[in-house]
Nanobody
Framework: QVQPMESGGGLVQPGGSLRVSCVAG????????IAWFRQAPGKEREGVSC???????YYADSVKGRFIISTDNAKNTVYLQMNSLKPEDTAVYFC??????????????????WGQGTQVTVSS
């Protein structure tokens, strides 16, 4: 499976938690970098987090300490656990796949394959 597919978005209250999932095949036998990006209304798309096949993880400063990225390679799934959610986390969350992610992980050009996005709304 080349194209990632996101799921798990929804409505959550401020301070709550939500886990979004990205199914991306071949995680057990291919090198990868899988990133989460998000886009809020009227704003540019921004990188949220990335994990690569070496187990390295990266986070935007705005989510560090609140979000955790992880994989279940047997299920070909990458998760983004979002805790202590804030209204400013409201966005469409996209999963993106490339050959790797490293220190420049937040550059969109490194990810040829993108999912359609899943809406996360943080509101009371």
């Amino acid at each position: 499976q080349v194209q990632p597919m996101e799921s798990g978005g929804g409505l959550v209250q401020p301070g709550g938690s939500l886990r979004v999932s990205c199914v991306a095949g071949g995680l057990t036998y291919e090198d990868y970098g899988i990133a989460w990006f998000r886009q809020a209304p009227g704003k540019e798309r921004e990188g949220v987090s990335c994990i690569n096949s070496g187990g390295w993880t990266y986070y935007a400063d705005s989510v560090k300490g609140r979000f955790i990225i992880s994989t279940d390679n047997a299920k070909n799934t990458v998760y983004l656990q979002m805790n202590s959610l804030k209204p400013e986390d409201t966005a469409v969350y996209f999963c993106a796949r490339g050959r790797q992610c490293g220190s420049t992980w937040a550059l969109e050009r490194f990810y040829p394959y993108w999912g359609q996005g899943t809406q996360v709304t943080v509101s009371s």
